[in-house]
Every structure is written in C-alpha cells, then in structure tokens.
C-alpha cells in the first residue's frame, strides 16, 4: 500500500512542452472563442430562472486568464485490468484539450466546450455539487464533477468562464473524457486554488483520482484510474493499482530506436456508443471476485480462482469466467512486458501485444458489440483482421482502450509504415491512420 507523499519529476520521462507555436495557435484560437462566449450583453436573472443560455449573456468582471491542457493516452499493455487492480503501460500523447479560463465576479461556473456545447452551473444552488441525472454522459457532468472535488478537498469555489478546445479526437479510444477532466481539474486548481497558476497541479495522483470519481458519480462511466493517470502525469508509465492509491512508475519506451511506428487505426465507431457494454466488463469481473470472497479480483489469487473455475462457470456462467481468466493473464503479461522493455528487448514486447490483442478480443471479448447488428457490423474487429494481415509477426495490434469500437493501435515497422497506412486507408474506404508518440508532458495550466 502506498501511503508517502506523491514525488514526480514531470519532465522525466515526458518530452518537451509542445512548441511555442503550438501553444500560441491554441491561445489565438481559444482566445476568440472566449471571446465570443462570454462578451454578451447584461443579464440580471439567475441562470437556473431563466432559459440556459441566459447565463452566458451575463456581464462578467473578468480577472487574469489561466491556459490550461492536457494530453489524451494510449493504452500500450494491459487492457481491462487496472479497475480490478492489475498493472498497465500507459502513455500520454501529443493529441491534446485545451481551455482558457478566468474568474468572472458572478456565481455561476459558464464553459463553452467546442463541439459539445455550453454548461452553466449555479453556484447559489446549495446542493450544486451534487450530481444531475440529467447530465449523466454530458461534459457539464464532468466540469461539475471536478468541481465538486475541489470543494470537496478544501478549495473554494468561486465563478469562472472557460472555454475549450481539443485536437483529441472523441470518441476514438484516446480518453478525451479524461483528458478533459484532468485540464478542467488544472484549470480550477490554478484559477480557485491558494497557491495561484503553476506549472502542473500540486499532486498529479489526487487529481487523476478525483477525474476517475467525477467519471463514475457524475457522467456515469466507472472503471479504473489508468487514463486519469496517464493524462496528468505524463511520458510512459507503469501504473499499479494494487494499494489505495495507485503507484506511477516511469518506463523506457522508444519505439522508434527499435525500429518501429505506433499507429492508430480509427474504427470510425464511437466507442461511448456502447457504455453499457464497456460498464459489463469491470462488473462481470467484480461478480467473480464478490463469489470468491473479494471486492476485486486483484485481491483473488489467480491459483484461487483457477481451483474454483468450475464453480465460477456453473454460477455465474461461461463470459464472466473467460473475462476473469482473461485478466489473470493479462497482468502476467504487463509484467514480463514490462521486463521486455527494461531489457531492451522489443521484439519480446509485441510478442505479447499480439497475445494481449488477442485475449481482449476472444476471451475479454472487448472488441465488438454483443448487441443487436453485431454480427454485420464489427469494425474494430474487422481493423484487427487487416492489421494481422499485413503485418505478421513482423509487427503487432490490438484494440485499444475500452473497446467496442474507438481505435486500433498498431506497431509497425518503420520500413512499411508507408505501405501498410496507404493499404488499411484503401481497405477501410477513408483516412483510418494515424502515426502517435508516445511520451508526451502531462497536464499543466499557467497564467497568462
């Protein structure tokens, strides 16, 4: 169990910040957004007394602004495994949220997402920071979520406008959700909190916990902590969830060096499609732990549950016991992953991706829906048949994140990359591919 204070060195194991150039265009760009948000005409009515948009059309007193971002992950071992506390491989990437904030003199919390909306939330509600059924699977969930947290921690919360934007893709596997929690999280803690805008938040940990609350209380979707993580730590990590609170290891992964391209394979199905489906896997592997006397089956031993396989399958049926096996020895796997990349060993690594990719779809059965249509519409399933197919042995694929869609990540060789992008986007009909990094700065906000 770990239990001392949170000791992190953002720049580790993380590239360099993006570029100036990069930071500059997103400024301009939320810049006017802001501006076209929160510039309109005096209004007196509360929000909640009046139509939603009202809140926006209140004069507002604005303070300094805070830049806020936070990258989106790629999921490189261990699929369904850190809700039930395994191990993963995590990585934060170069695809990002971004927003920018101010206090604004009113009692109201005003975000203008792009593409997703406006939320007003009516800080003179006493119970405000209680969660809304109606804004279950929404991002005013979210910014309420991490709100409430911050309150919940100490903070004081105040008004403020904030407007977003985003080159992380929804929907597609790469934790835009969590990505956009941990730069809300950032952006109240350098707006609200008592030591003022920093670099990164005072403890990256707490804050990925308190976005994987907000995830399950307030939008709905419950699972593990491990894009939280990956989000606002940064670079590529080893991530154990056996404690109370999870341990951040950094891992040597340069897949370049080693010849290789990680490449990310857009189903073009959203994945947040299937909640229900994604929110069976953590609680089918809960039902196995729960009849063997636990509350996860990380705190089951894996010699426990394979001498009561019988028992498992003959109560609780054939999937939910698949699902278990699949998470004993996915974690077997994170590990002798994470040997193969200590002792530079690549080829060792895929290996086991390959493996991995392969258990998520025959026995965590992860990849395509199970619902009506899932017989003619497997499109995951189908990237995945394409990805085996071009590459062999000679690379690896699996479905990433929580599947039912969302991406395909792929290794391949940094000879083929050419060839085998212009073939799956000439198979699937459309722009598919995608070449990531891996490594990428954690969550940060500064004030401008």
């Given at each position: 169990?770990?239990?001392?204070?949170?000791?992190?060195?953002p720049?580790?194991?993380?590239?360099?910040?993006?570029?100036?150039?990069?930071?500059?265009?997103?400024?301009?760009?939320?810049?006017?957004?802001?501006?076209?948000?929160?510039?309109?005409a005096?209004g007196?009515?509360?929000?909640?007394?009046?139509?939603?948009?009202?809140?926006?059309?209140?004069?507002?007193?604005?303070?300094?602004?805070?830049?806020?971002?936070?990258?989106?992950?790629?999921?490189?071992?261990?699929?369904?495994?850190?809700?039930?506390?395994?191990?993963?491989?995590?990585?934060?990437?170069?695809?990002?949220?971004?927003?920018?904030?101010?206090?604004?003199?009113?009692?109201?919390?005003?975000?203008?997402?792009?593409?997703?909306?406006?939320?007003?939330?009516?800080?003179?509600?006493?119970?405000?920071?209680?969660?809304?059924?109606?804004?279950?699977?929404?991002?005013?969930?979210?910014?309420?979520?991490?709100?409430?947290?911050?309150?919940?921690?100490?903070?004081?919360?105040r008004?403020?406008?904030?407007?977003?934007?985003?080159?992380?893709?929804a929907?597609?596997?790469?934790?835009?959700?969590?990505?956009?929690?941990?730069?809300?999280?950032?952006?109240?803690?350098?707006?609200?909190?008592?030591?003022?805008?920093?670099?990164?938040?005072?403890?990256?940990?707490?804050?990925?916990?308190?976005?994987?609350?907000?995830?399950?209380?307030?939008?709905?979707?419950?699972?593990?902590?491990?894009?939280?993580?990956?989000?606002?730590?940064?670079?590529?990590?080893?991530?154990?969830?056996?404690?109370?609170?999870?341990?951040?290891?950094?891992?040597p992964?340069?897949?370049?060096?080693?010849?290789?391209?990680?490449?990310?394979?857009?189903?073009?199905h959203?994945?947040?499609?299937?909640?229900?489906?994604?929110?069976?896997?953590?609680?089918?592997?809960?039902?196995?732990?729960?009849?063997?006397?636990?509350?996860?089956?990380?705190?089951?031993?894996?010699?426990?549950?394979?001498?009561?396989?019988?028992?498992?399958?003959?109560?609780?049926?054939?999937?939910?016991?698949?699902?278990?096996?699949?998470?004993?020895?996915?974690?077997?796997?994170?590990?002798?992953?994470?040997?193969?990349?200590?002792?530079?060993d690549?080829?060792?690594?895929?290996?086991?991706?390959?493996?991995?990719?392969?258990?998520?779809?025959?026995?965590?059965?992860?990849?395509?829906?199970?619902?009506?249509?899932?017989?003619?519409?497997?499109?995951?399933?189908?990237?995945?048949?394409?990805?085996?197919?071009?590459?062999?042995?000679?690379?690896?694929?699996?479905?990433?994140?929580?599947?039912?869609?969302?991406?395909?990540?792929?290794?391949?060789?940094?000879?083929?990359?050419?060839?085998?992008?212009a073939?799956?986007?000439?198979?699937?009909?459309?722009?598919?591919?995608?070449?990531?990094?891996?490594g990428?700065?954690?969550?940060?906000?500064?004030?401008?």
């Amino acid at each position: 169990m770990m239990s001392e204070p949170w000791e992190w060195e953002p720049a580790a194991n993380a590239r360099a910040e993006a570029s100036d150039v990069v930071v500059a265009a997103m400024q301009a760009r939320l810049e006017e957004r802001f501006a076209a948000a929160f510039g309109g005409a005096l209004g007196s009515a509360r929000p909640d007394a009046v139509p939603r948009d009202a809140a926006f059309a209140r004069r507002a007193s604005h303070g300094p602004r805070v830049l806020a971002s936070a990258p989106g992950r790629l999921e490189l071992a261990g699929n369904h495994v850190d809700h039930q506390g395994g191990q993963v491989i995590s990585a934060a990437i170069d695809e990002r949220l971004w927003g920018l904030g101010a206090r604004n003199g009113l009692d109201v919390i005003r975000v203008s997402m792009e593409g997703f909306g406006e939320a007003a939330i009516d800080l003179s509600d006493p119970s405000w920071d209680a969660p809304r059924p109606a804004e279950r699977g929404t991002s005013a969930a979210l910014v309420r979520g991490m709100a409430a947290a911050f309150a919940a921690a100490g903070g004081h919360v105040r008004g403020f406008d904030l407007a977003t934007a985003a080159n992380v893709p929804a929907g597609a596997g790469l934790s835009s959700s969590a990505a956009f929690e941990m730069m809300v999280g950032a952006a109240i803690e350098a707006l609200l909190g008592a030591g003022g805008a920093s670099a990164v938040p005072a403890d990256p940990v707490a804050l990925a916990l308190a976005g994987c609350r907000a995830e399950g209380a307030y939008f709905g979707k419950g699972s593990g902590a491990q894009d939280q993580l990956a989000s606002a730590c940064g670079g590529v990590l080893l991530l154990d969830f056996a404690g109370e609170r999870p341990q951040v290891s950094p891992v040597p992964f340069d897949a370049a060096a080693h010849g290789y391209a990680l490449v990310l394979v857009d189903s073009r199905h959203d994945h947040s499609f299937h909640t229900d489906e994604f929110c069976a896997i953590p609680a089918d592997m809960r039902a196995v732990a729960n009849l063997l006397g636990a509350a996860r089956l990380g705190d089951v031993p894996p010699e426990r549950f394979f001498a009561s396989l019988r028992q498992v399958r003959h109560e609780l049926g054939d999937l939910r016991a698949l699902r278990a096996l699949h998470y004993y020895d996915e974690v077997a796997r994170v590990a002798d992953q994470r040997l193969a990349l200590d002792l530079g060993d690549f080829r060792a690594f895929l290996a086991a991706a390959r493996v991995s990719g392969a258990s998520s779809a025959q026995f965590l059965q992860s990849v395509s829906s199970h619902g009506e249509g899932g017989r003619a519409h497997q499109p995951a399933m189908a990237i995945l048949g394409l990805c085996s197919h071009l590459l062999g042995e000679r690379g690896a694929w699996r479905i990433h994140g929580g599947g039912f869609g969302g991406s395909v990540l792929a290794f391949v060789p940094t000879g083929e990359l050419d060839g085998f992008t212009a073939a799956i986007d000439e198979m699937l009909g459309y722009a598919a591919c995608s070449v990531v990094e891996a490594g990428a700065p954690g969550v940060w906000a500064r004030e401008l």
